[in-house]
């Protein structure tokens, strides 16, 4: 990001008092010596004087008398249900042993832990016939498939979830790259999924199906900078622990693969 | 105990009255919270009294070590963008607002020095910003509301929004940017 783009976010921080010392010394060197910057910081002061002289209405009295009459007329009965009575019990019981903001951390960790457990079971611990079920040429070019659909979606993925906000150009988040590719990802899920379906490996077709859904929203992103939309994207992989299956289930198509190099070179011998 | 807390308890059972205690004591900051969003009374006053009507439905999830006024600036936000995203509204000061005569009286009471040629330039002026506000989409006149009129910093809202620091940063910039070019022609024509 060029020196004067960075500048110009700093004014405004430094406009809302959120502007560290050390930058805010870089900015006044800046202004010193940029034309463009100083007529930027004009207009921007100028924009901003202007919109601190908005009022707003001075409401009387009698109008707060005639407002609570109003609200008091649409207020419906309280809801007070068998449930309710049953969780506000519960949350005062655990509410010494769980500190404010901690619920959500403890639940997120739990179904990290149970994931990891059925991932984990899964791939160790079930029938290895199913798992490693089709090792003929067609499957190993599968295997090849998906892991290189995974590989990408993941650095797609990476790409989104990683944007730092403090460093890059906040102005206009830019993803028409990770776009493009997720589109062409998209195109290629439903035959993996369908091939995955018939080798019987309900894990990697499973993986290949949320990564689908995450590329979607990927592809689907506004141009310009869809903040909500990476929010969005970032919290989905978040709580799906999405990255963490990508791991686990590369791990679990290293394995197909060796197996099948291994066979490529006895048949080569 | 403050009374405060008081009022919470006895409102959690459903008493009215000390409901209305409540809304005497934050309906000033939530109305003027609603008119930076929507711009106009009439529409503060029904989105006001929809967020109170939320608060009182809700009343006994609020956890009294939390601050109320936290609790509706995110309750009047998740409101606000509701209704945006319903309605898709874009409220338009256009010129029968001139003849509003709540904003006149906005106007009168901004000026100390009050004389007709103040109060027109007052209306002029909250009618550029207003038509100026109108351009940003509901988050990020949220975040330029709740940053510039309301004093929160930038994490605070990122927590009541249930967003990153940078990406209000980022919202909070670009609204910048599209109230600056709003206002531009006006304060070229100031200049010139």
């Given at each position: 990001m060029s020196r004067c783009k960075q500048v110009e976010q700093w004014m405004i921080e430094a406009r809302f008092g959120e502007l560290d010392a050390s930058r805010q010394v870089k900015l006044a060197d800046h202004l010193e010596t940029c034309v463009n910057c100083q007529a930027r910081s004009e207009k921007f002061l100028a924009t901003m004087n202007r919109i601190d002289r908005y009022s707003r209405p001075e409401l009387d009295n009698a109008y707060w008398t005639a407002y609570w009459n109003k609200l008091e007329a649409r207020l419906p009965a309280q809801k007070s249900s068998f449930t309710e009575t049953v969780r506000d019990s519960l949350n005062r019981m655990f509410k010494p042993a769980t500190p404010a903001g901690w619920t959500p951390r403890l639940a997120f960790g739990a179904v990290i832990i149970l994931v990891m457990g059925i991932f984990i079971g899964r791939a160790f611990f079930s029938n290895p016939q199913v798992i490693m079920q089709p090792i003929g040429n067609e499957s190993s070019n599968l295997f090849i498939q998906t892991s290189q659909y995974v590989e990408r979606s993941k650095l797609i993925l990476l790409g989104i979830v990683n944007t730092d906000s403090e460093s890059d150009d906040l102005f206009s988040d830019n993803f028409s790259r990770q776009q493009s590719m997720s589109r062409q990802l998209v195109n290629q899920s439903e035959p993996l999924k369908t091939a995955l379906a018939n080798c019987r490996q309900p894990m990697l077709q499973e993986l290949v199906e949320e990564l689908e859904v995450i590329l979607l929203q990927i592809a689907n992103l506004e141009a310009g900078g869809d903040i909500q939309g990476v929010d969005l994207i970032r919290s989905g992989a978040e709580s799906n622990s999405i990255l963490m299956k990508i791991n686990l289930g590369e791990l679990l198509l290293s394995r197909p693969q060796q197996k099948s190099e291994l066979i490529k070179n006895i048949q080569s011998i | 105990m403050t009374q405060e807390q008081q009022w919470i308890q006895q409102a959690q059972t459903g008493d009215t009255e000390a409901f209305r205690h409540l809304v005497e004591c934050y309906q000033k900051l939530v109305f003027k919270f609603c008119y930076d969003l929507t711009g106009n009374i009439h529409d503060s006053e029904d989105l006001s009294q929809e967020v109170f009507i939320k608060m009182w439905r809700n009343l006994k999830s609020?956890?009294?070590?939390?601050k109320m006024s936290s609790w509706l600036y995110r309750i009047t936000m998740n409101a606000w963008i509701d209704r945006s995203r319903k309605k898709n509204i874009r409220v338009h000061a256009d010129k029968a607002e001139l003849k509003d005569e709540t904003l006149q009286k906005a106007a009168i009471s901004s000026?100390?020095?009050?004389?007709p040629e103040t109060q027109t330039e007052s209306i002029m002026l909250n009618q550029e910003v207003q038509t100026a506000l109108n351009a940003l989409t509901p988050r990020e006149r949220a975040v330029f509301t709740l940053r510039h009129y309301e004093d929160l910093k930038l994490q605070t809202i990122g927590e009541q929004l249930g967003l990153t620091t940078g990406s209000v940063k980022s919202l909070l910039f670009r609204a910048v940017r599209k109230l600056q070019d709003a206002l531009s022609p006006v304060l070229k024509e100031q200049l010139s």
């Open positions: - | 609020f956890r009294s070590e939390a000026g100390s020095d009050w004389n």
